[in-house]
């Protein structure tokens, strides 16, 4: 990749950005920098890709205008315990004047906005609390969970100012059929009559918007220590009203195979499986809990991997 533009961040970028890291320092994460970022065209960052891969239809979504983009560690490819590192952010420049222009939405907020969320991702991956982040999984394909975390974490910037209307603008909206609308829940309307679609990644943080950020954060906490559990039940955790994820997954009645991601390309990968985590449904041990997890179909060799 050819060397990519640094980033110039506005005042208002800055102050936000400092109102961020009090905030998950209040909720005990550690934040001593910042992320590199860089603002550059889409075609410098990519390439090998189509440079008007940019789509003329369909909504748009701040992943479209920018990239938190992390590594993966060597060892270990193709396993779901696999170790990423710590990202950069990009921001698209000719993207994001594309759709500046496009849709009559003033550049800054644009930035402002897709900065905002891409600075979601690297909060929700990489400032440690107590002694773990998301590490390991992270690369997993999670994308409601991923998004509707850099997404809220961006509401939770952009309520109150005026870059709330361009965050509504990149968020996903269901296109009803009218004699569906009976069904609606009220709460997904928008004041101009647009239905926020929650089915799509971008949207799902419209349903755990109103969630207390102390509860949102633990929980956060919580799903880079069970990393393993798959997308759809960590979102079932996001919404529910629990804020405890073993007891909440007791009262689901535990774990089952297809909740968890332990293989991916047919590598399995399980060291790294929380002693708490294996403690559910008779894993009173790790040991215990490894032999119960053959009924999953990890066996031995997997056992000692080196992850
Ligand atoms: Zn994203």
């Excluded at 239905?195 to 509860?215: A, C, L, Q, T």
């Excluded at 069970?226 to 535990?254: A, T, V, Y």
Aim: with cysteine; glycine share 6%.
């Amino acid at each position: 990749m050819k060397k990519l533009k640094s980033y110039r961040f506005s005042d208002a970028e800055l102050n936000k950005m400092l109102w961020l890291k009090e905030l998950f320092q209040e909720n005990g994460f550690t934040i001593d920098r910042f992320p590199e970022v860089y603002y550059d065209d889409f075609n410098k960052v990519y390439p090998e890709k189509e440079h008007n891969s940019f789509p003329n239809e369909g909504p748009v979504d701040p992943d479209m205008l920018g990239v938190y983009r992390f590594g993966l560690e060597k060892d270990c490819i193709g396993k779901p315990c696999r170790k990423s590192t710590e990202g950069i952010i990009i921001l698209f420049k000719d993207r994001i004047e594309h759709y500046s222009s496009n849709t009559g939405t003033d550049i800054d907020s644009v930035r402002f906005v897709v900065l905002m969320h891409e600075l979601g991702h690297w909060l929700s991956h990489w400032p440690i609390r107590e002694n773990y982040n998301w590490r390991i999984g992270f690369h997993l394909s999670n994308t409601h969970t991923h998004e509707a975390l850099a997404q809220l974490i961006a509401y939770w910037v952009c309520q109150h100012t005026l870059h709330f209307h361009t965050l509504l603008k990149l968020t996903p909206k269901a296109h009803l059929d009218p004699d569906m609308i009976y069904m609606l829940d009220g709460r997904l309307t928008l004041p101009d009559g647009t239905v926020v679609n929650p089915e799509n990644p971008y949207g799902r943080y419209w349903e755990i918007k109103d969630k207390s950020i102390v509860e949102v954060l633990n929980k956060l906490h919580q799903l880079r220590e069970c990393w393993m559990l798959k997308d759809g039940k960590m979102i079932e955790f996001l919404k529910s009203d629990s804020d405890n994820l073993e007891q909440w997954l007791i009262s689901q009645g535990g774990i089952s195979e297809n909740d968890i991601n332990l293989k991916l390309n047919g590598s399995d990968c399980i060291d790294n499986i929380p002693i708490k985590f294996l403690s559910l449904q008779g894993f009173e041990s790790s040991k215990k809990g490894y032999r119960a997890l053959r009924r999953f179909g990890v066996f031995g060799e997997w056992y000692d991997n080196n992850c």
